[in-house]
């Protein structure tokens, strides 16, 4: 079987496409034929090296797959099922989808859902997961699409367009946020409202601004979450589930207090099966099937370590899935 594989050599983290056994892959009940994975932002950071996400090498990363039971010791599946994983830590900890094999623990696995095929599963992948957790914490929050706009932030990457087309197709008015202006017909096919640059939100925070948003969803953190938040709606909630802008958030209990805001923080790799497989449920019924043309390039195996350096470069629009066979 073909795997990526990522060891570590002088402090580097070196990427190479080999052949490997299946008697090398770590211990699990079920053993799936990987048909495809993608990458996402973790998985670019662990490809590359530039962020501390895998600690133990050799490692196969990939932290999400679809593919087809080959062997299973867990009754709940069965050989030639169609099955999903996304988190669990599988590509961090544990050897993950970017192969043609992967042995999991059955408690990580998903049954695909009725409406969706494997290749469509991993259109969708982390990214698209992670963007219906962020929906359904809005709602969770009482937000409704009268409730104003909502603003999508990091909006041309792969949890921004899955957020956008499925706001859109549950009747919300969508303020796209993108620091590539060549991707506004992208995010208004996709079904934002509006686009605007990133650079609206360049200035320092202020504890409190102008309300303009009914919600947000979140994927940078740092200062523009900071500014987002001064500028909520009274009674409004932001999703937050990302910190590609920094971790650390420079505000004040003001917009929370005065404004009765609410920030959620989403999870996508530690998600319960019952919220999990909810979640799943309605990605297959909500993303129209425009989304899954609109939104995907298809690498190999062997694009994976250059593609990864493009995606940490914003060079990535949407989602980037692998055909692992």
């Known amino acids: 079987m073909k795997a990526l594989v990522l060891e570590q050599q002088d402090g580097l983290t070196l990427a190479s ?56 010791e867990d009754p709940r599946y069965q050989v030639g099922q169609n099955v999903l994983l996304t988190g669990w830590g599988v590509g961090e900890t544990h050897w993950g989808g970017l192969a043609e094999q992967a042995r999991v623990n059955g408690d990580w696995l998903v049954p695909l859902p009725s409406g969706l095929d494997q290749r469509k599963a991993m259109v969708i992948g982390t990214a698209g997961f992670t963007a219906m957790l962020c929906v359904m914490a ?4 009482g937000i409704t699409p009268e409730s104003g706009e ?38 208004l096919s996709l079904g934002a409202n509006f686009v605007i640059e990133r650079d609206s939100f360049s200035d320092a925070p ?26 909520m709606d009274y009674g409004s909630t932001v999703a937050a589930c990302g910190l590609a802008g920094g971790y650390k958030l420079p ?7 005065l404004r009765n805001v609410r920030l959620q923080g989403v999870d996508s790799v530690m998600t319960p099966p019952a919220r999990r497989a909810q979640a799943w449920k309605r990605l297959a019924e909500i993303l129209p099937e425009s989304f899954y043309q609109l939104a995907t390039t298809e690498i190999s195996l062997a694009d994976v370590p250059k593609t990864a350096e493009s995606l940490l470069n914003n060079k990535v629009t949407g989602r980037v899935i692998v055909k692992t066979r």
């Open 17 to 72: 496409l080999r052949e490997i056994s299946t008697e090398q892959l770590p211990a699990g009940n079920v053993t799936v034929d990987v048909n495809w994975s993608s990458i996402n932002y973790k998985d670019a950071l662990a490809v590359t090296g530039k962020g501390k996400i895998i600690r133990d090498f050799p490692m196969v990363p990939g932290i999400d797959f679809a593919g087809t039971v080959s062997a299973s």
């Open 206 to 231: 202020r504890p409190l601004e102008k309300q303009r948003w009914g919600g947000a969803i979140d994927v940078v953190g740092g200062d523009m979450l900071a500014k987002i938040i001064a500028q």
């Open 150 to 187: 909502i603003l999508v932030t990091g909006a041309s990457g792969g949890v921004g367009s899955a957020a956008v087309a499925l706001l859109h197709a549950l009747g919300y008015q969508v303020c796209a946020v993108s620091g590539r202006q060549q991707n506004a017909e992208y995010l």
């Open 138 to 141: 809005l709602e969770d929050g």
């Open 251 to 257: 505000t004040t209990v003001m917009p929370f207090i």
